[in-house]
């Protein structure tokens, strides 16, 4: 079995992928630039910092950010920094969270207004401490966005809620435009990359939102470079489109630190094509795929371009 560290020096090679590519160094197509000089990003930034809030553009390093924020879009991280799972790819602290903060919900709202947000959206740590998960702090928060900017678009991005089907209408009750929850890894690696999560059961929460509010837009996300093949991420994306899921998202794994799962590959530009161009054949209404996409890259246009919901404003 082939080393998956990046730096093995009894190899005195670089581990190569099955794109080619070392991967101790990131492909051509992975070397973004970020542009923090745009009219808006400043303006943006200090109001983050002002309401003391936490941005999932900021704190996984995205590279779309400025793209994101000059368009007025943005996304926030509730409940705070600190999960009660841990996941193989994941940068956030495994931890016993802080107690809620039930000012939370006004002070993103204020947020999103002082930004002049077009959409937001809304993801979080899995908080199994809490009653449903937490879930009527997800509502709470929608709903105060709705009160303050009505005519701001309002994406949930939650965990699974431990597939508590009364946490989740808690959540459809606040009547986001899109509810979104991340399959993010094929079957056959789930319960090693996610063991606290269940893929059955993340497909089933897709489900259940449609059950719950009829005509509810849901959104799905796959990450790639994890050890999957090409004909898993496909039945990942048939499994999607089975649950209903309108809008799919696609990127590629960025390992966070030497602690974290190891890359597999660096999944070429074409492939990704080939995977927007599968999902849509199969009947998915809009599938972002590239290397540098992540579930909220450009999501009001997403959620735009899918053609669904009746979201006000947008």
């Not at 999932?56 to 779309?64: D, I, K, L």
């Not at 660096?266 to 599968?278: A, L, M």
Request: net charge negative; glycine share 8%.
């Amino acid at each position: 079995m082939r080393s998956h560290n990046p730096h093995d020096r009894r190899l005195h090679l670089p581990v190569i992928d099955r794109a080619g590519i070392g991967l101790d160094r990131k492909p051509p197509w992975l070397q973004a630039s970020l542009d923090t000089s745009g009219p808006v990003f400043s303006e943006m930034e200090s109001i983050v910092r002002k309401g003391q809030l936490h941005t999932v553009c900021e704190e996984a390093s995205c590279p779309n950010i400025s793209e994101c924020w000059e368009d007025r879009e943005a996304t926030f991280l509730v409940l705070g920094d600190r999960c009660t799972r841990r996941c193989g790819f994941c940068d956030v602290m495994t931890a016993r969270p802080d107690a809620a903060d039930p000012d939370e919900p006004r002070r993103i709202a204020e947020a999103v207004a002082d930004m002049g947000l077009r959409y937001a959206v809304l993801t979080g740590v899995a908080r199994d401490d809490l009653p449903l998960g937490g879930a009527e702090h997800w509502a709470a928060c929608a709903r105060a966005i709705r009160q303050r900017l009505p005519g701001c678009g309002v994406e949930l991005l939650p965990p699974d809620f431990g597939g508590d089907e009364q946490a989740l209408e808690v959540v459809m009750a606040s009547e986001p435009d899109v509810f979104a929850h991340n399959l993010e890894t094929v079957r056959r690696l789930h319960a090693r990359i996610r063991p606290a999560f269940d893929y059955d059961r993340s497909l089933e929460v897709l489900r259940a939102a449609k059950r719950l509010r009829p005509g509810q837009a849901t959104k799905s996300n796959l990450i790639l470079g994890m050890g999957e093949t090409l004909d898993e991420v496909r039945e990942s994306l048939r499994d999607i489109a089975e649950a209903g899921c309108e809008i799919v998202t696609l990127g590629q794994y960025l390992q966070p630190s030497r602690h974290h799962l190891a890359v597999d590959r660096w999944v070429t530009p074409e492939e990704f094509s080939g995977h927007k161009e599968f999902g849509e054949a199969i009947g998915i209404a809009h599938v972002e795929s590239g290397p540098l996409v992540r579930s909220s890259y450009r999501a009001g246009r997403q959620f735009r371009s899918a053609k669904v919901g009746g979201g006000a404003g947008l």
